[in-house]
């Protein structure tokens, strides 16, 4: 069983569009993420949500919205896609939001935006 | 603004041969350092951590040292083989910090039979 899923995979898309991305942990943890990594292989964390509950919202566009409908799921909405939205995005979850705990990564969903 | 550097960019080793990643921080709040492996097409995954409140943590042919003074930690693979060529990266967090990892850019690591 797969601890953390994403889907998809792959995702090409035109300039200009709004996209989804699922995830979803069977691992009963409280607390899930959501990383980008561009090009050059930089991972920067984007939000996290704590059974629910936004956490963590780094300075990122307001075209991405995280949606949480339980503590098993994290969707990331993407409105208006731009070029420079083309990156590997990883979601990922830990037991609680306590500093420390160990972090579980799905296996990315590369965007394309062409 | 780059609070977790790391070096190299990229590594070659020959097989059994000993593989160094070094990373260095800024923030003297960061209390906890692990180090995650990502292999191609992969999500990283936790390969060892280490608290600033020892110097050295070994685990298998994997040792992280550290070096509080200096703000340095380091990677060190002992024997490396073929299957341990994957990205490696060094990350930063503290107390209070919400989980937030800070990671370091990567190290590319190949080894050469």
């Known amino acids: 069983d797969t601890a953390v899923s994403q889907t998809p995979k792959y995702l090409v898309t035109q300039m200009g569009n709004d996209k989804s991305i699922k995830c979803e942990q069977n691992?009963?943890?409280?607390?899930m993420y959501w990383y980008k990594q561009d090009s050059k292989k930089f991972l920067k964390i984007m939000f996290s949500y704590n059974n629910k509950e936004l956490i963590i919202n780094e300075t990122v566009p307001n075209r991405f919205s995280p949606k949480s409908p339980d503590k098993a799921h994290l969707n990331l909405h993407i409105n208006s896609l731009e070029l420079g939205d083309s990156a590997v995005y990883f979601c990922a979850s830990s037991q609680d939001d306590r500093a420390n705990e160990k972090l579980f990564f799905g296996s990315g969903t590369q965007l394309s935006v062409l | 603004q780059q609070q977790v550097k790391q070096s190299p960019q990229s590594l070659i080793v020959q097989k059994g041969g000993i593989s160094i990643i070094n990373c260095a921080y800024e923030?003297?709040?960061?209390?906890?350092f692990p180090w995650y492996q990502q292999f191609p097409g992969k999500g990283p995954a936790l390969l060892i951590a280490i608290r600033p409140d020892v110097s050295e943590k070994k685990e298998g042919r994997f040792t992280i040292s550290f070096n509080k003074s200096a703000k340095q930690f380091s990677l060190h693979i002992m024997d490396s083989q073929p299957g341990d060529s994957a990205t490696y990266f060094c990350a930063a967090s503290n107390r209070g910090g919400g989980n937030k990892l800070t990671f370091g850019t990567g190290t590319q690591l190949k080894v050469e039979l």
């Open positions: 691992l009963g943890h409280d607390t």
């Open positions: 923030n003297t709040a960061f209390d906890y």
